[in-house]
């Protein structure tokens, strides 16, 4: 079994003038991840350090953070594919720390509800108390896709040189979801969002150094986002703007002369 | 759409300041290549030259509109670059405020001079 030296931030606040690395020495098998190094250390050489995880496979981006100067998620990096005899673990950049590896997120996450990521629609009743589903084509579908896959890991903060600069920029994931909900068809509330972007520190301020969609774990583009978002505040500012919302979906026959041959839904699996 | 109409019309006065500089460097320092264009004069730099180009309307009105999309888009760059700090609010609201008296000191300087020396 390998032994691979970790160098670790660690910096509390309430004790420590600044903050600094102190290392640790583990042993390594394949298939150990960053995250399990961590939870290794924590379980068996310093009960200290903080740091932040919950799913350990990907989706709930708590573990971000910057693995020998790269922005990864903790678990889902593998510790032999770093090919490294040291390997350098510190929190996400650009935000302020709480303690070790654990980054403030709050900022982001305000900003984030202020620019109201979710279906609006005209119609609030419905909005409210949905009876049935909205149409949406899968072309419909494509338009937002990509960028709902986004997990709030915050990596795409530490890459973007806007949010380094100024701590008002609404920031990377912020924008690319206002992006996706408002190219969702389903949704009509573009123009309520656009009190929350059309400000100083906002899409006007990207750089478009596309640090962010370099940094994303899950392959989203905010950058690209950010371009449409770009171009549709363009289009509403100038009149060009028009969406169809998406209608709600008919209700389905009651009786008919088909109704009997469509088949039992299959049973729940869970 | 406060901030997207500012940042169209920074857009749009680098789009026609790149076509009134084009238009002005060949005028004034290349007047062999408007000449073969059958435009211009031969000596633009001239003082007969310049003082009868002061006096015409055109020149007037396509000086002040250079000096108008020139400034904004400079002056709106600059705030740009300069807000891009973590000094707070304050600050910003300070720059933006310095740098729209000096734009206008600029643009009523340089329309005075425009229409001053066509008398």
């Not at chain 1, 709930?60 to 678990?75: D, R």
């Not at chain 1, 920029?169 to 979801?177: R, S, T, Y």
């Not at chain 1, 009190?195 to 905010?222: E, Q, R, Y």
């Not at chain 2, 320092?29 to 073969?36: A, E, L, N, Q, T």
Request: net charge positive; proline share 6%.
């Amino acid at each position: 079994m390998r032994e691979i030296k970790f160098k670790v931030f660690r910096f509390d606040p309430q004790k420590d003038k600044k903050p600094y690395f102190k290392e640790y020495t583990i042993p390594v098998k394949e298939g150990m991840t960053v995250l399990d190094a961590l939870i290794y250390i924590k379980e068996n050489l310093d009960p200290t350090l903080s740091m932040r995880y919950s799913c350990r496979m990907g989706i709930c981006g708590s573990c971000g953070m910057i693995i020998n100067g790269k922005p990864e998620l903790a678990c889902h990096t593998q510790i032999l594919e770093l090919k490294s005899e040291t390997i350098e673990v510190e929190p996400t950049q650009n935000l302020s720390v709480i303690k070790d590896l654990v980054p403030d997120l709050r900022p982001f996450f305000t900003k984030h509800r202020n620019i109201k990521p979710y279906i609006i629609r005209d119609d609030r009743e419905e909005m409210e108390k949905p009876t049935r589903e909205y149409k949406q084509t899968p072309e419909e579908l494509l338009e937002f896709l990509q960028f709902s896959y986004c997990i709030k890991c915050g990596l795409c903060i530490s890459l973007c040189p806007t949010c380094s600069a100024y701590d008002d920029f609404l920031g990377p994931f912020v924008l690319a979801q206002a992006y996706r909900y408002s190219a969702d068809s389903r949704d009509s509330g573009f123009e309520e969002r656009l009190k929350a972007i059309d400000k100083t520190h906002s899409i006007t301020n990207c750089h478009f150094a596309t640090g962010c969609s370099a940094a994303c774990p899950k392959g989203v583009d905010p950058a690209l986002a950010i371009q449409f978002l770009k171009k549709i505040a363009v289009a509403k500012s100038l009149g060009g703007f028009k969406k169809k919302v998406a209608e709600i979906a008919p209700a389905p026959p009651e009786k008919g002369p088909n109704k009997d041959k469509y088949p039992p839904a299959p049973k729940p699996t869970v | 759409m406060k901030e997207t109409r500012l940042w169209i019309l920074h857009l749009f006065s680098g789009f026609v300041i790149f076509f009134l500089l084009l238009w002005h460097i060949l005028y004034m320092h290349y007047p062999v290549i408007m000449k073969g264009f059958n435009f211009g004069v031969s000596f633009p730099l001239m003082f007969s030259q310049v003082t009868a180009r002061a006096k015409s309307a055109g020149f007037k009105i396509a000086y002040t509109l250079f000096l108008v999309f020139a400034l904004y888009h400079g002056f709106y760059g600059l705030k740009n670059l300069l807000i891009e700090t973590k000094w707070g609010r304050k600050a910003e609201i300070l720059i933006v405020v310095l740098l729209s008296i000096i734009a206008i000191f600029l643009f009523i300087y340089g329309v005075f001079t425009t229409f001053k020396i066509g008398g």
